[in-house]
T-cell receptor, first 113, second 113 residues
Framework: AQTVTQSQPEMSVQEAETVTLSCTYD???????LFWYKQPPSRQMILVIR????KQQNATENRFSVNFQKAAKSFSLKISDSQLGDTAMYFC??????????WGAGTKLIIKP | EADIYQTPRYLVIGTGKKITLECSQT?????MYWYQQDPGMELHLIHY???????EKGDLSSESTVSRIRTEHFPLTLESARPSHTSQYLC????????????FGPGTRLTVT
Protein backbone atom coordinates (compact mmCIF):
# COMPACT_ATOMS: atom_id res chain seq x y z
CA ALA A 1 0.00 0.00 0.00
CA GLN A 2 1.15 3.52 -0.77
CA THR A 3 1.51 5.87 2.18
CA VAL A 4 2.43 9.49 2.85
CA THR A 5 3.70 10.55 6.27
CA GLN A 6 4.00 14.06 7.62
CA SER A 7 5.62 13.83 11.03
CA GLN A 8 5.14 17.45 12.11
CA PRO A 9 1.53 18.14 13.14
CA GLU A 10 2.27 21.81 13.82
CA MET A 11 5.09 24.28 13.33
CA SER A 12 5.50 27.97 14.00
CA VAL A 13 8.19 30.42 12.91
CA GLN A 14 8.73 34.14 12.91
CA GLU A 15 7.98 36.15 9.82
CA ALA A 16 10.91 36.30 7.36
CA GLU A 17 12.44 33.07 8.68
CA THR A 18 12.96 29.93 6.62
CA VAL A 19 10.97 26.82 7.49
CA THR A 20 11.13 23.25 6.23
CA LEU A 21 8.19 20.86 6.29
CA SER A 22 8.93 17.15 6.16
CA CYS A 23 7.24 14.46 4.11
CA THR A 24 8.14 10.83 3.51
CA TYR A 25 6.30 8.40 1.30
CA ASP A 26 6.24 4.82 0.24
CA UNK A 27 5.36 3.48 -3.18
CA UNK A 28 6.35 0.58 -5.35
CA UNK A 29 5.77 2.55 -8.55
CA UNK A 30 8.64 4.07 -10.47
CA UNK A 31 6.70 6.86 -12.17
CA UNK A 32 4.72 9.07 -9.85
CA UNK A 33 4.12 12.69 -8.94
CA LEU A 34 4.49 14.47 -5.63
CA PHE A 35 2.67 17.61 -4.57
CA TRP A 36 2.52 20.11 -1.78
CA TYR A 37 -0.89 21.72 -1.31
CA LYS A 38 -1.75 24.67 0.90
CA GLN A 39 -5.10 25.16 2.64
CA PRO A 40 -5.39 28.58 4.34
CA PRO A 41 -7.95 28.90 7.16
CA SER A 42 -11.46 28.69 5.68
CA ARG A 43 -10.10 29.05 2.16
CA GLN A 44 -9.59 26.96 -0.93
CA MET A 45 -6.98 24.22 -1.31
CA ILE A 46 -4.33 25.36 -3.78
CA LEU A 47 -1.25 23.76 -5.27
CA VAL A 48 2.08 25.07 -3.99
CA ILE A 49 4.54 22.97 -5.95
CA ARG A 50 4.80 19.69 -7.87
CA UNK A 51 7.61 17.25 -8.59
CA UNK A 52 7.74 14.55 -11.22
CA UNK A 53 9.60 11.52 -9.90
CA UNK A 54 11.55 11.06 -13.11
CA LYS A 55 13.08 14.53 -12.80
CA GLN A 56 16.21 14.74 -10.70
CA GLN A 57 16.16 18.51 -10.43
CA ASN A 58 14.30 19.86 -7.41
CA ALA A 59 11.26 21.97 -8.24
CA THR A 60 11.14 25.63 -7.21
CA GLU A 61 8.35 28.21 -7.27
CA ASN A 62 9.50 31.62 -6.07
CA ARG A 63 9.97 31.31 -2.28
CA PHE A 64 8.98 27.63 -2.28
CA SER A 65 11.38 24.82 -3.08
CA VAL A 66 11.55 21.10 -2.47
CA ASN A 67 14.28 18.68 -1.52
CA PHE A 68 13.37 15.51 -3.39
CA GLN A 69 15.37 12.45 -2.34
CA LYS A 70 13.98 9.61 -4.43
CA ALA A 71 16.08 6.83 -2.91
CA ALA A 72 15.16 7.92 0.61
CA LYS A 73 11.54 8.56 -0.44
CA SER A 74 11.65 11.99 1.08
CA PHE A 75 9.98 15.17 -0.23
CA SER A 76 10.44 18.18 2.04
CA LEU A 77 9.15 21.69 1.38
CA LYS A 78 11.24 24.76 2.16
CA ILE A 79 9.61 28.15 2.50
CA SER A 80 12.06 31.04 2.40
CA ASP A 81 11.36 34.54 3.73
CA SER A 82 8.09 33.34 5.28
CA GLN A 83 5.13 35.71 5.21
CA LEU A 84 1.99 36.00 7.32
CA GLY A 85 0.00 34.81 4.33
CA ASP A 86 1.86 31.50 4.43
CA THR A 87 -0.10 30.54 7.56
CA ALA A 88 -2.07 27.45 6.51
CA MET A 89 -2.35 23.70 6.61
CA TYR A 90 0.16 22.14 4.25
CA PHE A 91 -0.51 18.72 2.78
CA CYS A 92 1.95 16.47 1.04
CA UNK A 93 0.41 14.15 -1.55
CA UNK A 94 1.51 11.35 -3.86
CA UNK A 95 -0.24 10.67 -7.16
CA UNK A 96 -0.20 7.10 -8.38
CA UNK A 97 -0.70 5.69 -11.85
CA UNK A 98 -4.48 5.69 -11.29
CA UNK A 99 -4.50 9.48 -10.96
CA UNK A 100 -5.52 9.24 -7.33
CA UNK A 101 -3.88 11.29 -4.59
CA UNK A 102 -2.65 9.68 -1.39
CA TRP A 103 -2.58 12.39 1.27
CA GLY A 104 -0.49 13.02 4.34
CA ALA A 105 -2.14 14.09 7.59
CA GLY A 106 -1.01 17.70 7.12
CA THR A 107 1.20 20.16 8.95
CA LYS A 108 -0.29 23.28 10.48
CA LEU A 109 2.12 26.14 9.84
CA ILE A 110 1.81 29.37 11.81
CA ILE A 111 3.81 32.43 10.81
CA LYS A 112 4.15 34.82 13.72
CA PRO A 113 4.56 38.59 13.21
CA GLU B 1 -8.03 30.58 -9.14
CA ALA B 2 -9.31 27.37 -10.68
CA ASP B 3 -12.73 27.36 -12.36
CA ILE B 4 -14.42 24.83 -10.14
CA TYR B 5 -17.52 25.72 -8.19
CA GLN B 6 -19.39 24.19 -5.30
CA THR B 7 -22.81 25.04 -3.93
CA PRO B 8 -23.94 25.55 -1.32
CA ARG B 9 -20.89 26.77 0.60
CA TYR B 10 -22.58 26.16 3.95
CA LEU B 11 -25.55 23.94 4.77
CA VAL B 12 -27.27 23.18 8.06
CA ILE B 13 -29.92 20.52 7.75
CA GLY B 14 -31.94 18.18 9.95
CA THR B 15 -31.48 14.44 10.28
CA GLY B 16 -33.22 12.37 7.63
CA LYS B 17 -33.27 15.03 4.93
CA LYS B 18 -32.08 14.34 1.39
CA ILE B 19 -29.38 16.69 0.17
CA THR B 20 -27.40 17.22 -3.01
CA LEU B 21 -24.07 18.98 -3.07
CA GLU B 22 -23.29 20.53 -6.43
CA CYS B 23 -19.92 20.64 -8.15
CA SER B 24 -19.19 22.08 -11.58
CA GLN B 25 -16.02 22.82 -13.48
CA THR B 26 -15.51 24.80 -16.67
CA UNK B 27 -12.05 23.49 -17.54
CA UNK B 28 -13.18 20.46 -19.54
CA UNK B 29 -11.44 18.10 -17.14
CA UNK B 30 -12.31 14.42 -17.59
CA UNK B 31 -11.57 13.38 -14.00
CA MET B 32 -13.50 14.55 -10.96
CA TYR B 33 -13.30 13.68 -7.27
CA TRP B 34 -15.16 14.10 -3.99
CA TYR B 35 -13.26 14.24 -0.72
CA GLN B 36 -14.45 14.40 2.86
CA GLN B 37 -12.36 16.42 5.30
CA ASP B 38 -12.88 17.10 9.00
CA PRO B 39 -11.42 20.45 10.14
CA GLY B 40 -7.63 20.45 10.16
CA MET B 41 -7.48 16.80 9.17
CA GLU B 42 -6.42 14.85 6.11
CA LEU B 43 -8.58 14.33 3.05
CA HIS B 44 -10.42 11.09 2.38
CA LEU B 45 -11.53 10.14 -1.13
CA ILE B 46 -15.18 9.09 -1.18
CA HIS B 47 -16.00 9.07 -4.91
CA TYR B 48 -14.31 9.64 -8.23
CA UNK B 49 -15.15 9.68 -11.92
CA UNK B 50 -12.89 9.27 -14.90
CA UNK B 51 -15.46 10.42 -17.41
CA UNK B 52 -19.14 10.63 -18.31
CA UNK B 53 -21.17 7.69 -16.97
CA UNK B 54 -18.16 6.47 -14.99
CA UNK B 55 -18.22 6.58 -11.18
CA GLU B 56 -16.35 4.66 -8.49
CA LYS B 57 -16.26 4.56 -4.72
CA GLY B 58 -13.13 5.76 -2.99
CA ASP B 59 -11.26 4.47 0.01
CA LEU B 60 -13.60 5.92 2.63
CA SER B 61 -16.90 4.15 2.98
CA SER B 62 -19.67 6.60 2.33
CA GLU B 63 -23.44 6.45 2.25
CA SER B 64 -23.51 9.05 -0.48
CA THR B 65 -23.96 8.53 -4.21
CA VAL B 66 -22.70 10.45 -7.23
CA SER B 67 -23.54 10.80 -10.89
CA ARG B 68 -21.65 12.02 -13.95
CA ILE B 69 -24.07 12.71 -16.77
CA ARG B 70 -22.17 15.71 -18.11
CA THR B 71 -18.43 16.27 -18.17
CA GLU B 72 -18.64 19.48 -16.19
CA HIS B 73 -21.06 18.37 -13.46
CA PHE B 74 -20.48 15.90 -10.59
CA PRO B 75 -23.15 16.15 -7.88
CA LEU B 76 -23.05 14.22 -4.62
CA THR B 77 -26.29 13.09 -2.95
CA LEU B 78 -27.05 11.96 0.58
CA GLU B 79 -30.44 10.22 0.66
CA SER B 80 -30.86 10.53 4.43
CA ALA B 81 -28.52 12.87 6.27
CA ARG B 82 -27.21 11.89 9.71
CA PRO B 83 -25.09 13.80 12.28
CA SER B 84 -22.15 11.55 11.35
CA HIS B 85 -22.20 13.18 7.90
CA THR B 86 -21.23 16.51 9.42
CA SER B 87 -17.98 17.46 7.69
CA GLN B 88 -16.49 19.47 4.86
CA TYR B 89 -16.88 18.11 1.34
CA LEU B 90 -14.32 19.10 -1.30
CA CYS B 91 -14.73 18.61 -5.02
CA UNK B 92 -11.71 18.45 -7.33
CA UNK B 93 -10.96 17.86 -10.98
CA UNK B 94 -8.00 17.01 -13.17
CA UNK B 95 -7.28 15.97 -16.75
CA UNK B 96 -5.48 13.02 -18.23
CA UNK B 97 -1.91 13.78 -19.09
CA UNK B 98 -0.28 17.10 -18.48
CA UNK B 99 0.94 17.90 -15.00
CA UNK B 100 -1.82 15.87 -13.29
CA UNK B 101 -2.60 18.54 -10.75
CA UNK B 102 -5.99 18.35 -9.04
CA UNK B 103 -7.86 21.64 -8.85
CA PHE B 104 -10.13 22.15 -5.87
CA GLY B 105 -13.41 23.90 -5.31
CA PRO B 106 -14.06 26.05 -2.23
CA GLY B 107 -15.83 23.23 -0.39
CA THR B 108 -19.23 22.73 1.23
CA ARG B 109 -19.36 22.75 4.99
CA LEU B 110 -22.24 20.47 6.02
CA THR B 111 -23.79 20.33 9.48
CA VAL B 112 -26.50 17.78 10.21
CA THR B 113 -28.46 18.44 13.40
Amino acid sequence: AQTVTQSQPEMSVQEAETVTLSCTYDTSENNYYLFWYKQPPSRQMILVIRQEAYKQQNATENRFSVNFQKAAKSFSLKISDSQLGDTAMYFCALMDSNYQLIWGAGTKLIIKP
Amino acid sequence: EADIYQTPRYLVIGTGKKITLECSQTMGHDKMYWYQQDPGMELHLIHYSYGVNSTEKGDLSSESTVSRIRTEHFPLTLESARPSHTSQYLCASSYTGGVREQYFGPGTRLTVT
